[in-house]
């Protein structure tokens, strides 16, 4: 049987098919003679399944999309805190080929643009003889097989270079990049013209959305905080000067290259990745903002969509007889998060357990979140302190023991399980 899911996927071009507009990027010949027709579609889960439609199959250079990727190496060699000496976190409104620097720090406004992009990769690979070496190897983890600099991409990007050139030799003249200029460029080039198809797209998009883990090799590439940081500004600063639009009307977290691509990470749930050619005024695939728009309102993608309400913790009370005596079971259920455990904490204050002996089964419980743990544990604390005996029926142990307010864990009462 096939996919719906790949039927769906396949009515987004669809229904975008009419749309010709842009040209493709006129200042890198080999991209301006790229076929504007290609258009492919991808989409991750975090479970690694990758569902793709049209040209999926297709290469083309991964261009500014490198760059989200980039960044998360730079911190992961040089930790946070240095990073963001050298690169800012602020959008700069200004399109991608800006000399964007704080006036205030020098610093590059932050690592989307080429500025900042050029600093990033000067910070992961100072041209010492590897040429694109780190971030090939990089980016072939995260897409799950090896992938390959496109020569010609590179070469005829390189032999009009000027714009990146003049920006890394202001920077090196700013003390922001300590690398030799025309190095950096040409290390920084090498990345953009990765080859890569929507599907290899889908899955580092997905990387993102697994909190850095690949969903397919199962590999932790990412911390989850580089993550979450670099997720952070590709929602702010991802889509150049059209970064505002972008977040009110697709609202994820995306990164657009000049070669027609786009990714999108819906954080916790799945990678996306389009590709057509042709670009708007800002740099950005017409079409594919279009197909990514479509994705968001379909999909249900946009993060600012007030999701439904965690369901209430506490599945139901009831009396039950143990051997321990009567018991008050309180039966708990799903991600204990703070705005689900609330009703819990609720029903045990304002009407306290009957019963002596008090029964809290987990067995239906997934996920504890620190601040709902925090919570649970103060209420058993409080429970006991009243003179309450407390038991966890928790199968799996995947959630945390109770203490008590002097710190004794309340598992001593184990065995006085419901019968
Ligand atoms: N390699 C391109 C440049 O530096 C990347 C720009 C982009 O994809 O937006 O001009």
Known sequence: MRSPILDYLDSILTATSGISSGETAQYIPELAAADPSRAAVALCTVNGTVYASGDADHGFSIQSMSKPFAYAAAIEAHGLEAVLERIGVEPSGEAFNELSLDPVTGRPRNPMINAGAIVAHALVDDGGGEGAGRMLDLFSRLAGHPLEVDEAVAASELATADRNLGLAYLLHAAQALEVEPRRAVTGYIRQCAVAVTVRDLALMAATLANGGVQPETGERVFGRGTTRHVLSVMTSCGMYDAAGDWLTSVGIPAKSGVAG?????LPGQVGVAVLSPRLDAHGNSARGVEMMRRLSEDLGLHLMEASRPARSSLREVRTEQTRAGTATVYV?????????????????VESPPPTAQVVFDMSRVDEVLP?????????????????????????????????????????????????
């Open 261 to 265: 691509g786009i990714i999108g990470v």
């Open 332 to 348: 708990l259920q799903g991600d204990l998060v703070l705005s689900s455990i609330e009703s819990l904490v609720r029903a045990l």
């Open 371 to 419: 601040v709902a743990r925090r919570t649970a544990a103060e209420t058993a604390a409080r429970l006991i302190d009243e003179g309450h005996r407390i038991a966890i029926i928790d199968p799996e142990s995947t959630v945390p023991r109770f203490q008590d307010s002097r710190g004794r864990p309340v598992d001593r009462w184990e065995g006085l399980t419901a019968s």
